[in-house]
């Protein structure tokens, strides 16, 4: 689904910068797709790609067990870039030497280039770079040369370019290496012949296109949570096949103030899309009374949902397909270095059962872009842009911030504060900056006072983090008058909270949510 351009592919070793890799070439106008490095060369050459990023990772080339790519794969004619492991799988399997560099090498170095022209095209000739490397390139293959040397690394830089092949020990997709971004547009673009022409609006005409074939006169249906990635999957589908979309909006009771009443506003009033909008809140009350541990609330929550959703899928009749708004990273499984399941923090709620569960045919149309490329369709396709950028929202919603027992009037209080601290965020011109920001409200009571009288009232803490992928984030820091302006407001304008208090735990070690 990417229009005319051709991909620039990234086989992943198990780099934990494959993606950055994937979204710096999209940076550069060209379309990227990540595979796992034993694709086979059939495989890769069906996807006609305009050139091959071949990725870093944990592994020695040197190790019996190194992951390899087929060599068949330099045969195909195709481009490549090999970036530190991936440089060294290009000597190594071409006849060149790689060896241990006795220290690790790790942190920043000057690269010193003889390429002016081509590769380095604009890039400084004495310019920083990032290393993290064991072994390096010690002798090089037959008809590479050295474009590139710092002073640890003699061959930080190679390049066979009568075969477009190139290699860099250093990362050039990370922000230490303030050149890099210079360094992959000319592979993509000078070495790869990439035109630069994918854009977001050049994937939407593409995207739409391929929902019409895909669907055909074939009805679909969508769980819409007012999310960015659900709320853009149903306006682009919508686009594609009009009034065959029915989107299924469920207020759980769990919503944050006037949530309803704006996605019914957005996706029904300016949209014209078909929406059914279910009120479960009682529902939603009844399964939760007497519940107050996190896995079981989720784990009510959850299929209470998983219930409504196919209650309405019944009655909407004949459906085809069940659409998702499904992202890249949650598509891409990168090669573990290590081995084995992961551990579950938190069973996390999403409409993941049910497809199996529903015997549908799936439609994701999202499933290639990032979550930056998201908001921009949004944005192409005029969501407004609370919509477009509006923080993460948990499926089980404010039923995992209401720590302790939910009930309606906790919710209530809680919805009220929550208004209140994203108010003042958008108010100071925070709310971008702030990748999720947060209340809970604690089963806590604290003594206070306001006027003359005693209370006895609950206990609010605020979070709001900054993160890049929600895997780790770290505690805002505000301004002191900021923190001090929602206090005073929860304190003054919400009935049962006395107290604020401000978390600064970063993830690790908290999660983001309480529960
Ligand atoms: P934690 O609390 O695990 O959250 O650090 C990481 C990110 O995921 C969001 N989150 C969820 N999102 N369904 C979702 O779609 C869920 O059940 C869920 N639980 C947590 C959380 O808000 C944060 O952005």
């Given at each position: ?377 949004g944005a192409e396709l005029g969501l407004p842009e609370d919509i477009v950028w509006r923080h993460p929202f948990p499926g089980p919603g404010l039923g995992v911030r209401c720590v302790g027992a939910v ?109």
């Amino acid at each position: 689904m990417h229009g005319a351009e051709r991909p620039v592919v990234v086989l992943d070793f198990g780099a934990q910068y494959s993606k950055l890799i994937a979204r710096r070439v999209r940076e550069a106008r060209a379309f990227s797709l990540i595979v796992p490095y034993s694709i086979s060369p059939d495989e890769l050459k069906a996807l006609d790609p305009a050139g091959v990023i071949l990725s870093g990772g944990p592994a020695s080339v040197l190790a019996p067990d190194a992951p390899m790519p087929d060599p068949a794969i330099f045969d195909l004619g195709i481009p490549i870039l090999g970036i530190c492991y991936g440089c060294q799988l290009l000597a190594h399997q071409l006849g060149g030497r790689v060896e241990p560099c006795g220290k690790r090498e790790y942190g920043v170095a000057h690269l010193e280039h003889r390429d002016s022209r081509g590769f380095f095209q604009g890039v400084a000739e004495f310019t920083q770079v990032w290393m993290s490397h064991g072994d390096a390139v010690a002798a090089l293959p037959e008809e590479f040369e050295t474009i590139g040397s710092t002073e640890n690394c003699p061959h930080a830089a190679i390049a066979a370019p009568a075969r477009r092949f190139y290699g860099v020990q250093f990362h050039p997709e990370v922000v230490h290496t303030p050149q890099g971004d210079r360094i992959l547009s000319n592979f993509v673009h000078t070495v790869c012949g990439c035109a630069g022409d994918w854009t977001m609006g050049s994937f939407l005409e593409a995207a739409t296109e391929e929902i019409r074939q895909k669907v055909g006169e074939g009805r679909v249906l969508l769980g819409l949570s007012g999310g960015v990635d659900s709320s853009v999957a149903a306006v682009l589908i919508h686009r594609a096949i009009g009034d065959r979309l029915t989107c299924v909006f469920v207020n759980n009771g769990l919503l944050r103030k006037g949530e309803p009443e704006r996605v019914q506003q957005v996706f029904r009033d300016n949209f014209q899309i078909n929406l059914r909008y279910v009120d479960a809140e009682d529902r939603f009350l009844e399964r939760l009374a007497g519940i107050s541990d996190p896995e079981a609330k989720r784990k009510a929550i959850g299929n209470l949902f998983i219930e409504i959703f196919d209650e309405e899928a019944q009655s909407v009749g004949e459906i085809d397909f069940l659409a998702q708004g499904t992202l890249y990273p949650d598509v891409v499984e990168s090669v573990s270095a290590t081995g084995g399941p992961s551990v579950t923090i938190k069973s996390h709620h999403n409409v993941g059962g049910l497809p199996e569960k529903m015997n549908l045919a799936l439609l994701e149309p999202l499933r290639e872009l990032f979550k930056d490329e998201v908001r921009a369709l949004g944005a192409e396709l005029g969501l407004p842009e609370d919509i477009v950028w509006r923080h993460p929202f948990p499926g089980p919603g404010l039923g995992v911030r209401c720590v302790g027992a939910v009930t309606k009037e906790r919710l209530d209080t809680l919805r009220e504060a929550d208004a209140i601290y994203i108010e003042e965020i958008r108010r100071a011109g925070l709310y971008r900056e702030i990748w999720q920001a947060l209340v809970c409200l604690l089963p806590v009571r604290s003594v206070g006072v306001q006027g003359d009288e005693r209370t006895y009232e609950e206990v609010c803490s605020l979070r709001a983090v900054t993160s890049e992928d929600a895997m780790t984030a770290d505690w805002y820091r505000f301004s002191p008058d900021v923190l001090q302006r929602v206090a005073s407001r929860i304190c003054n304008e919400v009935k049962g909270i006395n107290r604020v208090l401000y978390d600064v735990t970063s993830k690790p070690p908290g999660t983001i949510e309480w529960e």
